[in-house]
């Protein structure tokens, strides 16, 4: 099953909310300075640009994606104040140590070589510049899409594959420190960013599943009606959902970052 990439606003439903969260504790952990010329490689609908802006007075932002219409929705969200295009992360379009700072949001594991993302990263990077990515832990502490497929394989055990704990099993703190060290960065530091997703109700929870956009909602729109609700109706009998309707979840991700 190929990964649907092609329509922002359905992906800001899905993860938009809880991308945002993360990247701002992300850049809250990078160096502080201003005045400096950023790359978002791979940036989806614009989260952590957006966090870039708020947070760091960048003297310019390059926002970088293979799909057509998140570089659009980036571009919608981020004004003119954004450069934002196509392209491939493991062919970035920039010269050598054009930028100062190289960054990538819960990318990495999607691109088929990140070592070779993360060369390219560092090869448009100015020396003492910094090169810096974070990435769910899957196999760890990403609760509400461990529930998600942790549901699916109870009903289905042909999809365990596809189950992202499985699937990105390298998504680890050894796993991105490792990466790294292969890409030439062997200086790297690696940290957790724990953030919370409260769901206000099973249907915030589950409406977000049905818009096709990346590898857990493409999966649902995979099922026939029958199917579909008998996962819905597996996941509210699993899902610790409070008294109030709530349900409390939380999300880690973990964050890389080097000087080069």
């Not at 909310?17 to 502080?32: C, E, H, M, T, Y």
């Not at 760091?56 to 003119?80: C, H, M, N, W, Y």
Request: proline share 6%.
């Amino acid at each position: 099953m190929k990964d649907a990439w092609e329509s922002g606003d359905p992906y800001e439903y899905f993860m938009g909310r809880w991308s945002r969260l993360v990247a701002q504790s992300f850049i809250d952990g990078l160096p502080p300075s201003s005045g400096l010329t950023w790359l978002d490689v791979g940036c989806g609908t614009g989260a952590l640009s957006q966090a870039i802006f708020q947070k760091r007075e960048p003297s310019g932002v390059i926002a970088i994606d293979q799909s057509k219409a998140f570089v659009a929705s980036t571009q919608e969200r981020l004004g003119a104040q954004a450069q934002c295009r196509v392209g491939n992360a493991l062919e970035l379009p920039l010269t050598d140590h054009s930028v100062d700072c190289a960054v990538s949001g819960l990318v990495l594991n999607f691109i088929p070589n990140p070592e070779k993302a993360l060369r390219e990263m560092r090869r448009v990077t100015r020396p003492g510049g910094t090169v810096a990515t974070y990435i769910w832990d899957y196999p760890g502490k990403m609760e509400f899409l461990k529930y998600f497929w942790d549901a699916v394989v109870y009903l289905d055990s042909a999809a365990s594959d596809l189950h992202e704990s499985t699937r990105f099993s390298d998504s680890t703190d050894a796993g991105l420190k490792t990466l790294f060290r292969k890409a030439g960065l062997a200086q790297a530091t690696v940290e957790a960013i724990e953030i919370d997703t409260i769901f206000e109700s099973f249907d915030d929870f589950w409406q977000p599943f049905l818009g096709g956009q990346g590898p857990a909602p493409t999966y649902v729109l995979s099922l026939d009606a029958p199917e579909r609700n008998e996962l819905r109706a597996r996941l509210k009998e699993r899902l610790p959902i409070q008294a109030n309707g709530q349900i409390p979840l939380v999300a880690r991700a973990w964050a890389a970052s080097c000087s080069v």
